[in-house]
Nanobody, 125 residues
C-alpha cells in the first residue's frame, strides 16, 4: 500500500506561480511512477505530468510543457510540481497518483492505483 498526501495549491492571478507537493509513504520502494492529473468542474480528469520514481524520466502534457516542472526530495519521498505562468484554464483540482505496476509515464488514470485527496488550484484573470 502507498499513501499520498498533497499540499500546496491555492489562488493566484494569471501569470503567477504555485507549487503543489505530494508526499508518498508506505511501500514507496515498490513505486514506479508518480503522476499528476487535474479535474475542472464539469470536465473529465485529465493527465498533466508524470515522473519516474527513482529515475530522471518525466513527461508533460502539451499545454503545460515549458510552464510546469518537477523537483523532488528523495529523502522525504516528496515530489513537487512547480507551476509557472499560470493561466485561468489551469484552474482545477489537482491530484497526484502513484503506481507500482507500470513504468513512467502513462496518461491513463486507470494505470495509477493510488491517489491523493486533491488540492485546489485557482487562477484568476
Amino acid at each position: 500500500q502507498v499513501q499520498l498526501e498533497e499540499s500546496g495549491g491555492g489562488s493566484v492571478q494569471a501569470g503567477g506561480s504555485l507549487r503543489v507537493s505530494c508526499a508518498a509513504s508506505g511501500r514507496t520502494d515498490r513505486m514506479y511512477v508518480m503522476g499528476w492529473f487535474r479535474q475542472a468542474p464539469g470536465q473529465e480528469r485529465e493527465w498533466v505530468a508524470a515522473i519516474a520514481w527513482g529515475a530522471d524520466r518525466m513527461a508533460f502534457a502539451d499545454d503545460v510543457e515549458g510552464r510546469f516542472t518537477f523537483s523532488r526530495d528523495s529523502l522525504e519521498n516528496t515530489v513537487y510540481l512547480q507551476m509557472n505562468n499560470l493561466k485561468p484554464e489551469d484552474t482545477a483540482v489537482y491530484y497526484c497518483a502513484a503506481d507500482t505496476r507500470f513504468a513512467c509515464c502513462s496518461v491513463d488514470a486507470r494505470e495509477y492505483e493510488y491517489w491523493g485527496q486533491g488540492t485546489q488550484v485557482t487562477v484568476s484573470s
